[in-house]
């Protein structure tokens, strides 16, 4: 069975330190990758998506994923954080049958 | 435009009441979508309507029951709720849905409590 995996539940980090949120997912066929964002009483936003090509995606607000095959990763990166980024993030596979997978979620803090 | 939006954004209703969310989209998506997402947890995924059609219940309860009156409009009738069937309900739309280059757009969501 398909399964997505996202293992930082909970990240904390001062502002303008480096993020890095890992996603890995199982499933042996082609599959397509996003990243929701989800603010505190808002829906979910997509921030970026992989379908093919360069494997290092950039997305809306600074962030950018990298999709490594050999690792059925898709870990999404942010250089310096801010406060504004605190928020729910999902990782999410789609491999054609209308489902998303998605991921439990990693709930990052920025302290200001 | 990529906006869906939903109504009532907010609801209460008792074990006993009937009610209804409902979703509106613009972009000319064929698929759409209804979501159950629990504090703290991913969205999980209750039906999808294809052209009008649906193409997928994930084994909901029939207390739960989606209805594709055309293209643009997705509503989800609601009777005899347990509580916790308290949740964010959220609605999505796609494209096509069948294709895995599909990008599902997500509403605000409708906060439902069930006393």
């Known amino acids: 069975a398909q399964s997505v995996s996202q293992h930082n539940h909970h990240v904390i980090l001062s502002e303008a330190a480096s993020l890095e949120l890992g996603c890995n997912y199982s499933y042996g066929g082609t599959v397509n990758l996003f990243w929701y964002v989800q603010y505190p009483g808002q829906h979910l936003q997509l921030l970026l998506k992989y379908f093919s090509g360069d494997p290092l995606v950039k997305g809306i607000k600074g962030f950018e994923a990298e999709f490594i095959k050999s690792k059925f990763s898709f870990n999404l990166r942010k250089p310096s954080v801010q406060w504004s980024d605190t928020a729910e993030y999902f990782c999410?596979?789609?491999?054609?049958?209308?489902?998303?997978?998605f991921g439990t979620g990693t709930r990052l803090k920025v302290l200001a | 435009d990529t906006e869906v939006t939903q109504t009532p954004k907010h609801l209460v209703m008792g074990m006993t009441n009937k009610k209804s969310l409902k979703c509106e989209q613009h972009?000319?998506?064929?698929?759409m979508y209804w979501y159950k997402q629990k504090a703290k947890k991913p969205p999980e995924l209750m039906f999808v309507?294809?052209?009008?059609?649906?193409?997928i219940n994930e084994s909901v309860p029939s207390r739960f029951s989606p209805e594709c009156p055309n293209s643009s409009l997705l509503n989800l009738h609601l009777h005899a709720l347990q509580p916790e069937d308290s949740a964010l309900y959220l609605c999505?739309?796609?494209?096509?849905?069948?294709?895995?280059?599909?990008?599902?757009?997500f509403g605000p969501g409708t906060r439902l409590t069930v006393l």
């Open positions: 999505a739309s796609s494209q096509v849905g069948t294709t895995s280059t599909d990008t599902q757009y």
């Open positions: 309507y294809s052209y009008e059609k649906l193409s």
């Open positions: 999410a596979v789609h491999s054609g049958t209308y489902k998303y997978i």
């Open positions: 972009m000319g998506h064929r698929a």
